[in-house]
């Protein structure tokens, strides 16, 4: 087993966004594990100590801002990167995502080939 993959989360409750995402990302030689809520998302990232979390923000029962400030408040998680993603491109999205603590912040439908450029950025 190569011990250079890198491990990504992805929590979002958009089915179809999770297929195509991983999809996409195994295509590129990345370990993806899916997450369908903030609550289970929360519960994998502790588990499975991901390399790098791609975090959608409007998901019923917890937003993605709420596991954003909980992976934040836990040892074990605060130092792993978050990109939100979302079709929430308004800036006050994006101002409480950055006070949040996220890495980085890409719109949906999100340019692939750009967040792949930044998924090595972020994880080399």
């Known amino acids: 087993m190569d011990l250079a993959v890198k491990k990504i989360l992805i929590i979002d409750d958009?089915?179809?966004?999770?297929?195509?995402?991983?999809e996409r990302l195994s295509f590129h030689g990345y370990k993806v594990?899916?997450?369908?809520?903030?609550?289970?998302?929360?519960?994998?990232?502790g588990a499975e100590s991901p390399d790098l979390i791609l975090l959608d923000i409007i998901m019923p029962r917890v937003d993605g801002f709420t596991v954003l400030r909980r992976l934040q408040?836990?040892?074990?998680?605060r130092r792993i990167p978050v990109i939100m993603l979302s079709a929430k491109g308004e800036t006050d999205y994006l101002m409480e995502g950055q006070?949040?603590?996220?890495?980085?912040?890409?719109?949906?439908?999100?340019?692939w080939?750009?967040?792949?450029?930044?998924?090595?950025?972020?994880?080399?």
């Open 99 to 111: 006070s949040c603590g996220a890495t980085d912040y890409f719109i949906k439908p999100c340019d």
């Open 113 to 124: 080939q750009l967040l792949l450029k930044y998924l090595k950025k972020y994880l080399d």
């Open 33 to 45: 594990s899916i997450a369908k809520d903030g609550e289970e998302g929360l519960r994998k990232a």
């Open 73 to 77: 408040a836990d040892q074990a998680t």
């Open 14 to 22: 958009d089915l179809d966004i999770l297929e195509l995402a991983k």
